[in-house]
């Protein structure tokens, strides 16, 4: 089940809502979402329930006997226990398939194992994996209860593409939380924005991405391959933004608050702002858990950087271009922090902003092929090797300016701040409150209107996070 599907918007979503609305205690109100959560992912794939049942009882008891044996050298034990059985899961079905396989091919076979990968496997063994870590290190009260541990993992708002939420975002809330009209209506608006992204921004964008790039890429002329990537630079960014704004506001419809995951990326002025602004949770999760605790800017710092890339490239899929793209991203840090870094921040903001665009485009080529060739190829196309245009190029460029433009503001914080200014505005006269509640209502009508229209009207409606 998908956020962007009907049954989700117009059955799921509704009865999950109002059977919380009216549970009478915080204890029943959890009881609602955690079973909703495990209907939602049991939807899709209801034998990898278990998968997710069984790590999160390893790292239950895992946190208690932590929490018992604190201080002493069983605490570490069994954290590494736990840490070790949770990436165990991670590490067979989402990566024995490709150490299997490469290794069988170094050895002249073409041998190919099969295990399939459960959906958010990459999102809730991070979260599990989290809490025990944070027990440990006395961060965080141990769960007692069994029950509230699966539906902090197993939250379906963020199960399957994040934000990778902590056990102490939410660990309050669990506990107690309140559900008041303002919370809910910012939710919903949360939510349909996030909705627009998707349905509106990212799927008809996808659409003109995998036109161009999913054919013959040595054909393209340099205006095709450019389309092409800057749809995919867009759609990637649309999809899985508009995936975590409909998540946190789904938290805030049940009284949840959920950390921000995008913070406007592709106006960042360097590859280090954009790594500040883009999937916020999961660098500040390699951050804390990984280069920080390998000593961070202290000792071995380059290498540091390395292996946090490496896990990063490598956390987004099991194949040799994300590797090659956390590799990328690897490189131009260092050389921002160590080479160029001082004389980028003497140019004009615009420059900056223009270079950090042209970094981030060819590392989503890197991104979107598997087939290193095609990389080659795409990046060829690029540059011009097979001719800057060819006949009906222009045509493509004019049926597509309006919504490459209209991509390229909403990727800005201007509709943001305008919509906010004019709030402001319109709060301070008379019965201001009023007409920004009504104006808001509909508002969030009008953009559920258009996302289901363009969902009607459409067959194209993948989620790419899905796959990581």
């Known amino acids: 089940?998908?956020?962007?599907?009907?049954?989700?918007?117009?059955?799921?979503?509704?009865?999950?809502?109002?059977?919380?609305?009216?549970?009478?205690?915080?204890?029943?109100?959890?009881?609602?979402?955690?079973?909703?959560?495990?209907?939602?992912?049991?939807?899709?794939?209801?034998?990898?329930?278990?998968?997710?049942?069984?790590?999160?009882?390893?790292?239950?008891?895992?946190?208690?006997l932590v929490d018992k044996h604190r201080g002493t050298k069983k605490a570490k034990v069994f954290l590494a226990l736990s840490v070790a059985i949770t990436l165990g899961a991670l590490f067979v079905f989402k990566y024995l398939n490709f150490f299997t396989d490469n290794i069988f091919s170094l050895f002249g076979s073409d041998f190919k194992t099969s295990i399939a990968l459960p959906i958010g496997i990459s999102f809730y063994t991070f979260q599990a994996m989290s809490y025990v870590i944070d027990v440990y290190r006395d961060e965080v009260k141990c769960q007692h209860n069994y029950a509230r541990l699966l539906?902090?993992?197993?939250?379906?708002?963020?199960?399957?593409?994040?934000?990778?939420?902590?056990?102490?975002?939410?660990?309050?809330?669990?506990?107690?939380?309140?559900?008041?009209?303002?919370?809910?209506?910012?939710?919903?608006?949360?939510?349909?924005?996030?909705?627009?992204?998707?349905?509106?921004?990212?799927?008809?964008?996808?659409?003109?991405?995998?036109?161009?790039?999913?054919?013959?890429v040595s054909e393209l002329s340099a205006v095709q391959g450019w389309i092409g990537i800057v749809a995919y630079f867009f759609q990637i960014y649309f999809d899985f933004a508009g995936y975590s704004d409909m998540a946190i506001g789904l938290g805030r419809m049940m009284g949840f608050s959920f950390p921000e995951n995008f913070n406007y990326p592709y106006i960042a002025k360097s590859i280090t702002e954009f790594w500040r602004r883009w999937h916020i949770s999961l660098s500040s999760f390699f951050r804390d858990y990984v280069y920080i605790p390998l000593g961070g800017n202290r000792k071995h710092h380059v290498f540091n950087m390395l292996v946090v890339w490496s896990l990063t490239g490598f956390w987004h899929g099991a194949s040799w271009n994300f590797l090659l793209w956390g590799f990328y991203y690897f490189v131009m840090l260092i050389l921002e922090k160590k080479v160029y870094g001082k004389y980028l921040e003497k140019l004009p903001v615009i420059v900056r902003r223009f270079y950090s665009i042209f970094i981030v485009i060819i590392g989503w080529v890197f991104f979107y092929y598997e087939d290193m060739s095609a990389v080659g190829g795409l990046i060829k196309a690029m540059f011009g090797f097979n001719g800057f245009a060819q006949t009906g190029d222009f045509t493509i460029i004019l049926n597509r300016a309006v919504l490459l433009a209209a991509a390229a503001v909403a990727s800005t914080p201007i509709a943001s701040n305008l919509t906010k200014s004019i709030t402001r505005k319109i709060s301070r006269k008379k019965n201001g409150k009023e007409i920004v509640q009504a104006a808001t209502i509909v508002f969030q009508l009008g953009v559920l209107f258009v996302c289901v229209a363009a969902l009607v009207g459409s067959t194209y409606n993948p989620f790419l996070y899905f796959r990581f």
Do not use: C
């Not at 593409?161 to 939410?170: F, K, Q, T």
């Open 151 to 216: 539906l902090y993992v197993s939250m379906f708002p963020q199960l399957i593409a994040g934000p990778i939420v902590r056990y102490s975002d939410i660990e309050k809330e669990i506990e107690q939380r309140t559900v008041t009209f303002d919370k809910v209506s910012s939710g919903i608006t949360r939510f349909v924005i996030g909705l627009f992204k998707k349905a509106v921004f990212a799927n008809f964008l996808g659409e003109t991405a995998t036109m161009f790039l999913d054919g013959e």
């Open 1 to 64: 089940m998908v956020f962007s599907s009907l049954f989700f918007l117009f059955v799921f979503l509704p009865v999950t809502l109002l059977a919380q609305h009216f549970m009478p205690n915080v204890k029943l109100k959890n009881i609602v979402v955690l079973a909703a959560s495990l209907v939602f992912y049991a939807w899709g794939e209801p034998k990898w329930i278990a998968m997710m049942l069984l790590v999160t009882a390893v790292d239950f008891f895992a946190g208690k």
